[in-house]
């Protein structure tokens, strides 16, 4: 469909997707750049794990609300054929107008959906594995960060659509027929209570005396304490009686 056909802004994005965005976003920002700022020894790094497992919650619930979520929240209403995908890059051409989608675009849902999937690699190996791999996956999922925000400029150059407040207002260019009938309120605002609860648990969890995230449910305390002796400060677990 050309832009010159829809003209109107419709309601896209639903609120869980919305708050999700903003509470995976930040605390993947955080995460990283505390990451690559500080070291292991710092007293701020332990905020770069919180922050890395405030982002794991919000991906859980983000890959959750991908499966039963409305319209274009769920991931099988993303067009994720390759023959769409080698349909945009053609259409990269100057010259030739854009095609209008209802969410992501071909380019866009793929680049997303690496996002999403390095992010979950790069949180989990800040667990169960040493610096190197979870580094180096943190510098892809970087990158990748850049690809996605790239695209938001090159789509405003094309399209002349800043797509940016769409994850404020939940609307952008699309089809009527495509847009949600309601905003889904009270499944984002039972979001924002689950965002708020598990943020509540990390940071009563930290234990800065004795440098450790102390989970709960019977899960192992997070160990602080060995940055530096080549396995990533997060990584190593310990039982209260080993102390």
Not at 123 to 134: E, K, N, Q, V, W
Not at 140 to 156: E, F, N, P, Y
Not at 183 to 190: D, F, H
Not at 197 to 226: E, M, S, T
Request: aromatic share 6%.
């Amino acid at each position: 469909m050309n832009t010159s056909r829809v003209q109107s802004r419709q309601l896209i994005w639903d609120l869980p997707v919305r708050v999700l965005h903003a509470a995976f976003a930040g605390g993947l920002a955080v995460a990283l750049l505390l990451g690559f700022a500080v070291e292991e020894e710092h007293p701020l790094f332990a905020w770069h794990v919180l922050a890395g497992m405030f982002a794991g919650g919000a991906l859980v619930l983000r890959v959750l609300w991908g499966l039963v979520g409305p319209g274009q929240a769920r991931f099988t209403r993303w067009p994720l054929a390759p023959a769409a995908l080698r349909r945009q890059l053609a259409g990269l051409w100057p010259g030739r107008p854009p095609k209008v989608h209802a969410g992501h675009n071909p380019l866009a849902a793929w680049v997303m959906l690496g996002m999403l999937a390095v992010a979950g690699a790069v949180i989990a190996t800040g667990f169960a594995s040493g610096d190197d791999l979870h580094e180096g996956l943190a510098a892809v999922l970087t990158g990748a960060i850049g690809l996605h925000l790239a695209g938001l400029v090159l789509h405003r150059l094309r399209a002349g659509e800043n797509l940016a407040p769409a994850m404020l207002d939940g609307r952008k260019i699309a089809p009527p027929a495509a847009a949600l009938a309601r905003p889904y309120a009270l499944a984002g605002l039972t979001t924002m209570l689950l965002l708020g609860l598990w943020a509540g648990v990390l940071v009563r969890a930290y234990d800065p005396q004795a440098g450790a995230i102390r989970l709960p449910f019977g899960l192992p305390a997070v160990d602080l304490r060995h940055g530096g002796d080549g396995d990533h400060a997060a990584g190593r677990h310990h039982d209260d009686d080993e102390d």
